[in-house]
Nanobody, 121 residues
């Protein structure tokens, strides 16, 4: 059974850091492109970061470039999203997703359940 499980969300002050984890079961993560997405209340879901299959190259939304890093640990079959210099506008539910193709640009095949990140003083 294919499953993605996110963890690591929580409440953090502006300027703080969090590391989100996306653990996969039922398939090897390094054979998939993995993306992190987020959705804030009243807003559309947006792509945050993507790491390509095998290559791996990484891509980031302009809003998080230089602050977020996507990392794949094949030994743990887990992808991380390291977030630093967090801002209130980063508050959202964060989802990881997997695509059975090279990149994240043509849609995702599997989704996790999401983890809440709240940036507030």
């Amino acid at each position: 059974q294919v499953q993605l499980v996110e963890s690591g969300g929580g409440l953090v002050r502006p300027g703080g850091s969090l590391r989100l984890s996306c653990a996969a079961s039922g398939f090897p993560l390094d054979d998939y492109a993995i993306g992190w997405f987020r959705q804030a209340p009243g807003k559309e879901r947006e792509g945050v970061a993507c790491i390509t299959r095998n290559d791996p190259s990484t891509y980031y939304a302009n809003s998080v470039k230089g602050r977020f890093t996507i990392i794949r640990d094949n030994a743990k079959n887990t992808v991380f999203l390291q977030m630093s210099s967090l801002k209130s506008e980063d508050t959202a539910v964060y989802y990881c997703a997997a695509a059975d193709r090279f990149s994240c640009q043509q849609g995702m095949d599997y989704w996790g359940q999401g983890t809440q990140v709240t940036v507030s003083s």
